[in-house]
């Protein structure tokens, strides 16, 4: 549900209360995870005659594509610092890590990618740990809409704490010149 749109004043606190307790002012390493999709169920599938040639029984296709997984693995770092100043929490790379500027102004709820505004925000609990993080968790997303007909990305900032490990999980999505970037970031 987006918070500026019905929810009461109770959530906006609960979003508050979230990013103070979750994103301490500090510098922080976070891992850059990319996700590679994993196909299940095929090999059991495969049957192998007394020559070792393989035979290929009927296979149901539709099975076999519900079997797929996908699983994040790290592909590098990245070094951030957040701060607060007033009720402004700004993220900022370190050094030269290319990473956009990250602020959320606690007062309105709005979040800045760059100079991208995300005024809307919606609360994200997901609680089934059958996913790539392998992990329940809860959290909130950010995002604008855009201009019809415009041929950019949806800026999208997702701030998420697992429930597993107590990972803080940071995604997101803006443009960059024209071009579409996309980090998914772990602690």
Known sequence: ?????????????????????????????????????????????????????????????????????IEFYSSGSIKLAMKYTDSLLTISPIENSFCPLIKIDLQSLTAFINDDKLSMVNEVSIKNKENAFKSAWDGFQWHSKLQNNSTLINPRLTIGKLKENGALYIEILWNERGNKIHYRLMT
């Not at 299940?40 to 296979?59: A, R, S």
């Open 1 to 69: 549900m987006n918070i500026q749109e019905g929810f009461t004043q109770e959530v906006k606190t609960e979003l508050q209360k979230f990013i103070l307790k979750e994103l301490n002012e500090g510098n922080y390493t976070f891992q850059l995870m990319k996700n590679k999709v994993i196909q299940t169920g095929l090999e059991e599938q495969l049957l192998v005659d007394e020559n070792g040639k393989i035979l290929y029984p009927k296979i149901d296709l539709k099975a076999i594509e519900n079997e797929t997984t």
